[in-house]
């Protein structure tokens, strides 16, 4: 059977690419090769191609498509639905000579070439597109039991509540954290503890609707989000049904395992319309419960009582400004070799009656009530007095990373009254370090002009807690950033067989592309630090080497 007859404009397309030489090809600046469409052999191949793949120039003209893409069905083009097609993307994976499967795009056209029919094939490597997609869905699951972490679970509660708000219904969210958890990984050690930990959350997604949420949150915690409830009353219902979830021992690896869980519930708009105020009222009812015995669920205080600790906070925040009871104690960062590489501020609230208040509890109600202002300037004021003190005769100076508040950065008058500190207590702008997190960055435009004049002056500055929000990394190679702080939620299951592992290597693998050091939080063991060496991580944070203490309490 003769072939089908070609168009016009195929026609001189194919004539367009038969005048492809050799030179062009060597010429490409992308990997590219030519191949004999009814042999599948290479008859031209250049350098960049045997560099990707490993081969020297002989051998990959010895070889075929198919020892590159044995998966492919770049190799069936001539039987398949690329045989009326001039020019075509695939998206596949190739094999290189010592096995490494890498993702690539290939753009393929028709010719003849030599007399031959062939295929003109120019090959993107995508490996790094695709190392940011799977880093960005690594980072919205835990690596344990593959259920939404913290980052997802903060969109889904905002979805769920955006909604309840817009139709008028309610929502709800449930804490719910296993009692006594350390007994089971002390008994019968931390592997079956890990099987029970999976168990539980594929039993609570199975019990839960496929609208609603299940997250894991902690070591032996998780949280639901109810994206739809009829009232209070039906929420508590729901805690109910889950405790009886653990009403029967669990059958794991052949041990029979008993649990109980204490559950913390808040609906909106009924215990408050915030999400973060939400979250933090069914947490404070878990706790409740927990402290009740366990084994139980507890309702969330009322709006008007969450109101009412709301307003004493914000007195007590007052009061402290004026009388100077806050203060600073600092935790001390290491570079791999054992040196100092400086010290993180990190602001104390003291209570009478609950001891310290959590920066977690009281920042946001400061950012709300516009007090961040003024505890941010005494932050940076009291920092630069005390690099003042530490620095009068050192040889090598320390230097102090100060948290700052997107709301500061947005403030016209930010850079002056930094500035004014400084030359106040008369230190070297390049001693200090700013800590903002992602979500600054999503105000790029209000944010960028005041973050270079600082850096102008020599002030660094670092992300915090990244990984958590990748929204801003378009805009990382634009601003004045020196340091990337990688999250502690990744070091606290860092290991070479973990998804934090791809997570951490691919962070620390981009910000040494971009010329920026990369501090990794929240190391407490051993092994943590093994692995992130090996990793070249650049320096680390963490109760392993140091606990938050007052600057009385530190040798330099």
Partial sequence: MMPPKRSRQEQARVRKTSHITPILVASNPLPMWIYDVESLRFLEVNEHATHLYGYTQEEFLSLTVNDLFPES??????????????????????????????????????????????????????????????????AHHDDLTGLPNRILLKQRMAESFNAAKKNGRRAGLICLDLDRFKQINDWYGHAIGDE????VGSTLVRRMRGMDTVARTGGEEFTLVLAEVESVEAAEVVAKALLQIFSSPLEVEGHSISLSASIGMSVFPDHGTDDSVLWRSADAAMYRAKRAGGNRHAMAASITTVMSENIGIENHMRENLSSGGFHLQYQTQYFMSGQIRGMEALIRLPHGSLGFVSPDRFIPLAEENGLIHNIGKWVIQEACRQLMIWNRDREVPVCIAVNVSPLQLMRDD????????????????TWLEMEITERAILNFDEIAKRMISLANLGIRFAIDDFGTGYSSLQHLQRLPVSTLKIDRSFIQRLSESSRSYSIVKAIIAMGHSLQMQIVSEGVEVEDQMRVLRKLHCDSVQGFLLSRPVDPEAISL
């Avoid at 290939?106 to 007399?115: D, K, M, P, T, W």
């Avoid at 930010?414 to 702008?429: H, Q, S, T, W, Y």
């Fill in 73 to 138: 069905d770049l190799s069936k083009a001539e039987h398949g639905p690329y045989t009326k097609l001039i020019d075509i993307e695939q998206k596949t994976v190739s094999t290189t000579k010592d096995g490494t499967l890498i993702p690539v795009k290939l753009h393929v056209s028709e010719l003849r070439y030599r007399g031959k029919q062939a295929r003109y094939v120019v090959v993107e490597d995508v490996t790094e597109m695709h190392s940011v997609q799977e880093l960005v869905r690594l």
């Fill in 196 to 199: 029970c930990l999976k168990e």
């Fill in 414 to 429: 930010f850079a002056d009254e930094v500035r004014e500190a400084i030359l106040e207590f008369g230190i070297d702008p």
